[in-house]
């Protein structure tokens, strides 16, 4: 069946830390995977997309990596701020029609 | 450039009463996809609509439908409310030829009685 799902529901971390949240999915025919945050009380945000003819791809301070042969995808985010704080969804766009979204990773940042 | 927005933020009904929920697409974007959030179902496709035509379909019961005007707006229409459907409903718009980047709106928080 068409799931995508999370490593890891909770995920805290210091500021300044780097940050990285796991994700895998299960159908290899998906045209694209995209990583979107949620903030409490707002709608998902788009943060970045990754083809799923490459590896890896870099945005500002978030690297979004995907590995097909395990069917992995990872968001990392550099020196993580306050402002980061949100709950995080991996989202496949399948069969050109829809997207499929995980379960949700909430990240909380320690002072 | 304004973001997608939806009418009403909140909503209170009770079973048995229908509701509907309104979209308003960033301006330019012709494709308005609509989703329900709910903490133990996470975030579930409901439909699409192009040119106010449905691209597509999720696995709703035919309680929920949706339609789409000539300027891109588009409403959904839930009918016989359950107690099941307190959600977020969440409303997207995105390009024609990049789907899979969907913006969202704020969502209408329904809550069933």
């Known amino acids: 069946g068409e799931s995508v799902g999370l490593h890891l529901p909770t995920l805290s971390v210091q500021e300044g830390d780097n940050s990285i949240i796991n994700c895998a999915y299960s159908?290899?025919?998906?045209?694209?995977f995209i990583w979107y945050k949620q903030e409490s009380g707002k709608g998902p945000q788009f943060i970045i997309d990754i083809r799923s003819n490459m590896d890896k791809r870099q945005g500002q301070r978030v690297t979004v990596l995907l590995n097909k042969t395990v069917k992995h995808l990872s968001l990392q985010i550099a020196a993580t701020q306050p402002g980061d704080s949100a709950v995080y969804f991996c989202a496949e766009f399948q069969g050109a029609q829809k997207l499929v979204f995980g379960q949700g990773t909430r990240l909380t940042i320690n002072p | 450039k304004a973001g997608v927005t939806q009418t009403p933020r909140y909503l209170i009904k009770t079973r048995g009463q229908q509701v509907t929920l309104s979209c308003s697409p960033i301006s330019g974007h012709r494709s308005v996809s609509w989703y329900q959030q709910t903490p133990g179902q996470g975030l579930q496709f409901l439909f699409e609509?192009?040119?106010?035509?449905?691209?597509n379909k999720g696995n709703f019961p035919g309680r929920f439908s949706g339609r789409q005007f000539s300027n891109s707006r588009s409403e959904m229409n839930v009918s016989t409310l359950e107690l099941g459907d307190s959600a977020l409903y969440l409303c997207?718009?995105?390009?024609?030829?990049?789907?899979?980047?969907?913006?969202f709106g704020p969502g209408t928080r329904l809550t069933v009685t």
């Open positions: 609509y192009f040119s106010e035509t449905q691209r």
């Open positions: 159908n290899s025919a998906s045209d694209y």
């Open positions: 997207a718009s995105s390009l024609s030829g990049r789907r899979y980047e969907q913006y």
